[in-house]
């Protein structure tokens, strides 16, 4: 089902509270969700996000400041979990849970934190393991074990993806592309102006596949 971008933006606005400021307003397509960066942290985000849901068939992720502050702090697990799988069984389920989602899944580690062991999933970019987080839960229930998302950027990755994508929309860039990571921006310099409509579409495209937003500049 093709999203109405433009209504969803406007339905997010409807069910935020007034003067509640939102960084950021991102939608991934393959995975049916917006995603929203606020400025200030709100109560009833669940509220507003089942809203969403109930109103659009979509997902919608509400991210807070103190949330963010969080996951780049070192992980905190309350305790050791019971019934874990083997490892090496707990990973190949995971492998192939994510063999079939549009996303790549980059690395698996096992990791320990105080004495307590969890996998570490790694993916193009944190914002795209968020992506998935209904599914790793399911499979933490299913294999016991916890499982966080590993907030490294494979930048590699993200340049190769970017320039690839404006190759197939026809833009030509000068070099490659830049990437803020404190910004979740990746910046792309085109050889000739871009029409604003190509522009929005690769931009849109960049997202869906890094996570992060693109800013395209076109020289006239």
């Known amino acids: 089902m093709e999203c109405n971008i433009t209504a969803g933006h406007e339905l997010i606005h409807e069910l935020l509270p007034e003067n509640e400021g939102i960084n950021k307003v991102s939608y991934f397509r393959d995975a049916g969700q917006f995603s929203i960066r606020m400025e200030n942290d709100i109560a009833g985000t669940e509220c507003f996000e089942e809203k969403f849901a109930k109103a659009t068939g979509l997902t919608l992720k509400i991210t807070q400041p103190s949330q963010a502050h969080e996951k780049k702090a070192k992980p905190q697990l309350c305790d050791k979990p019971e019934g874990m799988l083997e490892q090496n069984k707990a990973m190949a389920r ?12 980059y690395k698996m580690s096992r990791k320990i934190s105080d004495g307590i062991p969890y996998i570490e999933l790694t993916f193009i970019s944190p914002a795209i393991g968020e992506l998935y987080c209904g599914l790793i839960e399911a499979l933490e229930q299913e294999t016991g074990w916890h499982i966080l998302i590993s907030s490294r950027v494979n930048q590699t990755a993200m340049i190769q993806k970017a320039k690839a994508i404006c190759k197939r929309s026809g833009i030509d860039i000068a070099g490659n592309p830049s990437i803020f990571t404190s910004e979740n921006i990746i910046r792309i310099k085109a050889c000739t102006a871009v029409a604003d409509g190509l522009k929005a579409a690769t931009a849109q495209r960049v997202r869906e596949t890094t996570g992060y937003d693109a800013e395209i500049i076109g020289n006239a």
């Open 94 to 105: 995971i492998e192939c849970a994510f063999g079939t989602t549009p996303h790549s899944l």
